[in-house]
């Protein structure tokens, strides 16, 4: 069955970075969109960033433009996320999804703070 696990989440300080992962599993990887969303307790979940299937078009949420990226590696069937800049109002708990058939991982917690 589809899983996705995501991992690199912890405390960085403002203007550190982080690099999170999403190891995929049963499914073709490379033939989906995946995104990136994220919550905290007082906000709906939101869109972070998406990735198409062929590595080619990404999407960034303006919130986050310029300071994240989101790479995949087909290869080793993982989706990341890479988080430069870190500000304190990027702390929440990060999700991996496939949106074909909307399936989620478990999130990762990101704290930044001093």
């Known amino acids: 069955q589809v899983q996705l696990v995501e991992s690199g989440g912890g405390l960085a300080q403002p203007g550190g970075s982080l690099r999170l992962s999403c190891a995929a599993s049963?499914?073709?990887?490379?033939?989906?969109?995946m995104n990136w969303f994220r919550q905290t307790p007082w906000k709906e979940r939101e869109f972070v960033a998406s990735?198409?299937?062929?590595?080619?078009?990404?999407n960034y949420a303006d919130s986050v433009k310029c300071r994240f990226t989101i790479p995949r590696s087909n290869a080793k069937k993982t989706l990341y996320l890479q988080m430069n800049s870190l500000k304190p109002e990027d702390t929440a708990v990060y999700y991996c999804?496939?949106?074909?058939?909307?399936?989620w991982g478990q999130g990762t917690q990101v704290t930044v703070s001093s």
């Open positions: 049963g499914f073709a990887f490379s033939s989906y969109v």
């Open positions: 990735i198409s299937s062929g590595d080619t078009s990404t």
């Open positions: 999804h496939r949106p074909h058939g909307d399936y």
